[in-house]
């Protein structure tokens, strides 16, 4: 069986992420927001090896294969000070997906903020068409708080998204 685990990104990672999930045919259809510069991932890495108060990306691992990665940012829903949460996402290479790595992976990354950050709520949102992530958050804990309606434009237009949501236990 293998093995999941989340790491710091080193820079090979970033190879990996540049090939894997700089098209529509690595991010898929509810990812896909256009091309972007791989300088700004890379000049993050060296500033901030992708870690700071306000956010991080891990890099997700099947035993020694990098498998994708896990992200989250602070997001608020009042005063800065006293409410905000962490919201997170996950991208994994096609080559990885549906076989249980991105439940394993979203279900360390809610374990790793809960230990090391003050945070009472953990978020995801995901496309509403996107039945696989859905039913992935739901195994990994979050439960299912409703939709968002067209609050995401990417391809030409408007989509819902459905929120998830995980508390400190």
């Known amino acids: 069986m293998s093995r999941v685990v989340l790491r710091p990104v080193e820079e090979k990672d970033i190879d990996v992420f540049e090939a894997e999930f700089a098209g529509p045919e690595g991010t898929g259809v509810h990812q896909w927001f256009g091309y972007r510069s791989p300088l700004d991932l890379r000049r993050r890495f060296a500033e901030t090896g992708l870690l700071t108060p306000d956010g991080g990306t891990l890099t997700v691992c099947e035993d020694d294969t990098v498998a994708g990665r896990v992200e ?84 030409g237009g408007w989509h819902d998204q459905i929120l998830y949501s995980t508390l400190r236990p």
Do not use: M
């Not at 979203?106 to 995901?126: C, E, K, N, P, S």
């Not at 439960?143 to 391809?155: F, I, K, N, T």
């Open 72 to 155: 989250w940012f602070r997001s608020l829903w009042g005063r800065p000070e006293t409410s905000w949460c962490w919201t997170v996402a996950i991208g994994l290479r096609p080559s990885c997906q549906g076989r249980g790595l991105g439940t394993e992976a979203q279900r360390l990354l809610v374990t790793y903020l809960f230990d090391h950050t003050r945070a009472q709520r953990i978020q995801a949102f995901t496309d509403s068409g996107n039945v696989a992530e859905q039913r992935a958050l739901e195994k990994a804990g979050f439960e299912r708080e409703g939709v968002l309606r067209q609050a995401q434009w990417r391809a």
